[in-house]
């Protein structure tokens, strides 16, 4: 990272850890590989994910 590593990246993170342990919740939908919600945990933000190229190759879920 260098010298100057990504202090605040750290400590949302760090935040988003210690909420986990204490209640089991995060700040964004479980994800579900229907609608493929992930977070960025550098902004906080929510979005649908991209397919993956090879996607289609893959062996779909029972």
Excluded: K, N
């Amino acid at each position: 990272m260098g010298s100057t590593p990504p202090q605040a990246l750290a400590d949302r993170i760090h935040r988003l850890w210690v909420g986990f342990a204490t209640d089991g919740e995060l700040p964004w939908p479980e994800y579900d590989a229907r609608t493929r919600q992930v977070c960025a945990l550098e902004t906080g933000e929510s979005f649908t994910d991209s397919p993956l190229p090879a996607e289609q190759y893959l062996p779909r879920a029972p």
